[in-house]
């Protein structure tokens, strides 16, 4: 029998276990274009606490004692598709779960590149992709440019830092602690910014004097306010996440936001799906990259379906370095 | 003898008259390419109290014990240069004095479009030229937006609703009490929200059920805090001013600013004269709006070089309706 971890209340502030209850799932018979997936990986990501709350946002809310979603790969076991055959390795979004019924049309075949198929859910999946359109698209960044990219050592930033050397920037990262810190050099960053060791806008005075040209925000609060404060003329500002944020807590305060009339900095938004027309461009480059050795996975596995909520939990108290993944 | 207004202090917080002192400044025989203007008219805008600041900003920061500066429209009263003649009317950056001796490179002559000098202080000059680059440049703004427009009484706020609803907008503008909330309406705009009579956030979801599109920013603060909270997908911001923070206080606080992640909104800062090479196309919109009746100039006139700081300080606690302007 699956079974499916199921969001019971909504989180007020950080989630806890008590928010998620783990039941058995009915596993119907297949109907036309439906396939069976058997699970191996499962994706616990940031942007997934802002689907708990009961507000409109990008993506709909979870429901309450619904099973939960989530980017998944796994291997074919049952198809009532012609286009997937038993023992397809495929990615969906219908994780939180150690089996999948999932309609064909939301069901897409790993590429052959070479990688581990839980790549599909990290450099060559959400968070790599998110990387790369924001770098490249959001916040037009250039061979040249000197790169401030927050959560540097997170599954985002750690792709955010190789992409980035690859594309010839000089990069400065922040992560939490000397161990991260130590990760993000070892991606080849020429900076690195311990944001628990002391004062971000004094910090990164000192690792980009000159001011930096594109901030990549994955943080919010004092990180982007440390960006403001030290952006160039025509700063380019992508804004993927602030989890700082996304649990409450007071509300940012910007002691630099002022800076953005006088340097005319620019502040993109963006969301990773907005690109799916493009993946073709970004297979090709990330897969390049992951050929030759340019950009590496680093991944942080918790074992067992049972482990799932723990795993995300520790997104929000810096227990991954690199990406973090649920092996089934 | 010509008087010029100088900075004696940089103010701390809010200016105050202590800051200033009227003095009289010698007036050099004319070099070659020199030109002696008598002003008429003297500008007082908010953006030259970031100059009182000892900090590197857009513009160099005033000097101590040195004459301000500011747009002034004028006549020639003496040239010793061949492109210019007696009795021509010119606008040029060195107000805040009664006559000035200025370069020819720069002194500008008024285009001949029919209004009187002092518009070339405003809609026609730096607050209209704000409002019309701001809008179609930094906001790409466009016909069927919802806009919404902070400080929509002052010089700039008071274009922006006009030339927004000249192309086909709708304009929702704030301002601080009944009798400018009514100059805004009469100005055509659709909805009018007075700050001062309660949350910010409230009534522009009122106003704009549906969201907004554009914001055009002069006060930062709550103002953009609201338009965070209401901003449609792909909702457009151009950064003008702050004034809100320009003397100091509280750091702004943001609840909604995640929103920019979701709405994939875009914030950028812009700059007046970044966009001097397109004056011609500024001149000819505004002027033909003019010209139609379409965009109309309201100001604020205080009598005499004596009153120029006091009409500055005036900006702050919304003593202008319009544009402000010292006569001589």
Redesign the interface.
């Known amino acids: 029998m699956a079974r499916a971890w199921h969001l019971m209340s909504r989180p007020n502030g950080m989630p806890t276990m008590n928010n998620f209850a783990l039941k058995e799932l009915a596993q119907p018979t297949l109907g036309e274009g439906m396939v069976r997936v058997k699970n191996s990986f499962l994706s616990v990501d940031p942007y997934m606490r802002?689907r708990m709350n009961d507000v409109k946002?990008?993506v709909p809310p979870f429901q309450i004692d619904a099973p939960m979603e989530g980017g998944a790969v796994g291997e074919v076991v049952e198809s009532h598709d012609l286009g997937f055959a038993i023992g397809d390795k495929v990615v969906h979004m219908l994780g939180w779960r150690d089996e999948s019924v999932v309609p064909a049309a939301a069901l897409n075949k790993l590429p052959e590149l070479g990688v581990p198929p839980q790549d599909f859910l990290g450099n060559l999946g959400l968070t790599g992709g998110t990387a790369y359109f924001g770098l490249f698209d959001a916040a037009q960044a250039k061979e040249g440019d000197t790169l401030f990219v927050s959560a540097a050592a997170g599954a985002v930033g750690s792709a955010v830092v190789q992409i980035a050397k690859a594309r010839g920037m000089t990069v400065i990262g922040s992560a939490g602690g000397a161990e991260k810190c130590a990760f993000v050099k070892s991606l080849g960053a020429d900076a690195v910014i311990d944001y628990k060791s002391g004062n971000l806008v004094k910090q990164l005075g000192e690792a980009a004097p000159k001011g930096i040209d594109v901030y990549f925000d994955n943080v919010?609060g004092e990180h982007l306010d440390a960006a403001f404060a030290h952006a160039r003329k025509d700063a380019r500002f992508a804004?993927?996440?602030?989890i700082d944020?996304y649990n409450g807590g007071?509300?940012?305060?910007?002691?630099f936001?002022?800076?953005?009339?006088?340097?005319?900095?620019?502040?993109?938004?963006?969301?990773f799906t907005?690109y799916l027309a493009q993946m073709a461009d970004f297979y090709r480059d990330m897969g390049g990259w992951i050929a030759s050795g340019q950009v590496k996975s680093r991944d942080t596995i918790v074992e067992g379906l049972e482990k799932t909520p723990e795993a995300f939990l520790g997104l929000f108290t810096g227990a991954n370095t690199g990406k973090m993944l649920v092996r089934l």
């Open positions: 802002g946002s990008y919010g804004i993927c996440g602030m944020s007071e509300p940012a305060q910007f002691r936001i002022m800076r953005v009339i006088g340097m005319r900095i620019r502040v993109q938004g963006f969301i907005d």
